[in-house]
């Protein structure tokens, strides 16, 4: 298994997490929205968190490759932070369609910025910390699968 | 083999902007074209109107579209480096569009030099093109399904290139030209540049949008190679081989049009997004049109004599062009042009002050409405080949859905424009 699986799932489980949020602001569910955000950036500032503090400063270390993609990446999460912002004060302005164009502009910067990361960084990551590939992935799978697990 | 995971790869964003907004006015061209002419128009594909009006919308409205969007995608989405894309769009775009209008008047007036200037014109132009983006797509480091297709598809508008300048260098010398070579040129327009470049785009875009399941691996990599599969004996005619098998084969080339339709309509109903967004039902009536086609096809050569019929051809392009095609692209206009309003305008305010969203941009309401409008048209125009009576209003309704799509387009650039002037006001 390559070191960064956990985050590829966890990709998908943000996804998910996001699409149920979508769905109930869409209804008019307030309340569900409001749980269902919440979850969803719980697990979204998980993800970058865990990039940020774990993989990333790893990467760097052993490529040294700094200011490069892994700074890319963390400028998008910057952007993806605001647009969740943006869907929260939405939500409690029960502003359907503002939650709406945040969403659907969060959706677009998120699945692009994954293809970049599971296409290029991730496969980078896996060759350039293969030595530590066990205990990483490990790592990785502690601060991120657990959740996946424990909340379907 | 990837340094640069980031922005500063997309062209500026006039470059695809300037392709995609020209694109409705061909598509009002064409509707115009058929409400002035009316139902004689489409008694036959050989009407010299018809032969316009078509090329107004392959190679105007899903030219326009499709070279735009190449622009934007090999940088961005296939890791490939465009060589001076300003430079390249300022000379692609504007020479594309002449060669379009030589080769509508030229239909018009049957005057030789016309022919010759179109012939012309689309060489340079997208002889141009072609070696631009299929050198990007050559050099890339980038790999995967999407990526063969890209490939394949500026092979093919190569391809449909050169069959369109012979047909217009007999037509510019006065002589009829082989009637064969149009059906090789219209089978490598539609399924080798247009259906390839689709294909190759959804396996990215479909996931992206629905949160779907990924088309599947063997199927993506085998479809553009299955579509080069029927294309290469399809052309085998102009070699004189016996066209004996030539209807099964056109089933077969359909039949893969139809089985990428499919396997889209099958991941779209596995979406793990709810929501029902317009692009999406642009998508499924395009992937719906598609089938169609296929089936039109099935039942005009199980019925004797049907298939012969001038108006069978009439409709299954009417179903083609207007209704997979166009109904593609309205549907990705949809989602790139306010996406990279945004993304331009990100980067221009920093994260201190938020752009407009995109549907702040271009409002959800105003692109459903042009969908049912274009709905609307769609079976119109279908009716009206078998009915010429609807032929005009069906003309009028083509012209107003393509000036409503341009009208959102336009709408999104002003949203775009009035917001980078006040934060450069501020700045």
Same mark, same amino acid.
């Given at each position: 298994m ?12 943000c996804?998910? %997490? /996001?699409?149920?949020? +979508?769905? =109930? ?5 307030? @309340?569900?929205a409001?749980? *269902? $955000?919440?979850?969803?950036?719980e ?11 774990? %993989? /990333?400063?790893?990467? +760097?270390a =052993? ?5 490069? @993609?892994?700074?890319v990446? *963390? $400028? ?10 943006q869907?929260?004060?939405?939500l ?7 939650? =709406? ?9 998120m699945?692009?910025?994954n293809?970049k ?10 060759r ?25 | ?8 790869q997309a062209?500026?964003i006039?470059v ?13 061209a ?9 139902g ?14 078509t ?15 190449l622009?934007?995608?090999?940088p ?23 060669a ?20 012309l ?47 217009t ?28 470049l ?22 993506a990599r ?28 056109g ?26 967004d ?11 049109s ?62 201190a ?34 009915l ?15 000036a409503?799509l341009g ?15 006040r ?5």
């Amino acid at each position: 298994m390559a070191l960064t699986e956990p985050l590829h799932e966890h990709h998908k489980y943000c996804d998910d %997490l /996001f699409a149920g949020a +979508e769905a =109930a602001a869409a209804a008019g569910d307030w @309340p569900a929205a409001d749980a *269902r $955000l919440a979850q969803f950036r719980e697990e979204l500032e998980n993800h970058f968190h865990t990039e940020e503090t774990l %993989l /990333f400063p790893s990467f +760097e270390a =052993a490529t040294g490759m700094i200011g490069g @993609p892994t700074q890319v990446m *963390r $400028l998008e999460h910057a952007q993806m932070r605001e647009l969740v912002e943006q869907m929260e004060r939405a939500l409690e302005r029960r502003e359907g369609s503002g939650f =709406a164009g945040a969403a659907e502009t969060l959706l677009i910067l998120m699945q692009q910025h994954n293809l970049k990361e599971e296409n290029i960084l991730y496969p980078m990551c896996d060759r350039g910390l293969a030595s530590q590939a066990e205990a990483l992935g490990t790592a990785l799978q502690e601060r991120l699968k657990a959740k996946c697990l424990t909340s379907d | 083999m990837h340094p640069n995971l980031s922005f500063e790869q997309a062209p500026p964003i006039s470059v695809p902007f300037r392709f995609f907004l020209t694109a409705p006015l061909f598509g009002i061209a064409a509707g115009v074209l058929l409400a002035v002419e009316g139902g004689d128009m489409l008694a036959s594909r050989w009407m010299p109107a018809l032969l316009a009006a078509t090329h107004f919308i392959v190679a105007g409205f899903m030219l326009q579209a499709m070279t735009g969007a190449l622009m934007q995608f090999i940088p961005v989405a296939a890791g490939g480096n465009i060589w001076r894309p300003r430079w390249v769009a300022g000379f692609v775009h504007p020479l594309s569009i002449l060669a379009l209008l030589f080769l509508v008047a030229a239909f018009l007036t049957q005057r030789p030099p016309l022919f010759f200037a179109a012939g012309l014109g689309f060489a340079l132009a997208l002889g141009f093109f072609v070696l631009v983006a299929g050198l990007a797509l050559w050099r890339t480091p980038a790999k995967g399904a999407t990526i063969v297709a890209l490939r394949i598809a500026v092979f093919g508008l190569a391809a449909t290139l050169i069959l369109g300048v012979m047909l217009t260098s007999a037509l510019a010398q006065g002589s009829a030209p082989v009637l064969t070579l149009v059906d090789i040129h219209l089978a490598w327009g539609l399924a080798g540049w247009a259906l390839m470049l689709l294909a190759g785009v959804s396996y990215f875009v479909v996931p992206m949008f629905q949160l779907t399941p990924p088309y599947p691996t063997w199927f993506a990599r085998s479809l553009p190679f299955a579509l080069l599969a029927f294309l290469l004996p399809w052309s085998a005619q102009l070699l004189g081989v016996p066209a004996a098998g030539r209807q099964a084969l056109g089933l077969a080339g359909l039949a893969l049009g139809a089985a990428y339709a499919l396997a889209t309509l099958w991941l779209q109903s596995r979406r793990r997004r709810k929501l029902t967004d317009t692009t999406f039902l642009f998508f499924r009536t395009a992937m719906l049109s598609l089938i169609a086609l296929f089936l039109s096809a099935l039942a005009f050569a199980s019925v004797p004599g049907l298939a012969e019929t001038p108006r069978a051809a009439v409709w299954l392009g009417m179903l083609a062009i207007p209704g997979v095609f166009v109904s593609a692209i309205m549907g990705m206009l949809y989602k790139i042009v306010p996406f990279l309003c945004w993304l331009h305008l990100q980067r221009l305010c920093g994260l201190a002050v938020l752009p407009p969203t995109m549907h702040e941009i271009l409002a959800e309401q105003a692109m459903r409405r042009q969908f049912h409008l274009h709905l609307a048209t769609l079976v119109c125009l279908l009716a009206a080949v078998w009915l010429p009576l609807l032929a005009r209003p069906a003309g009028l309704l083509l012209a107003a859905d393509c000036a409503w799509l341009g009208a959102n387009l336009i709408a999104a650039v002003r949203a775009f424009r009035a917001f980078r002037n006040r934060i450069r006001a501020a700045a």
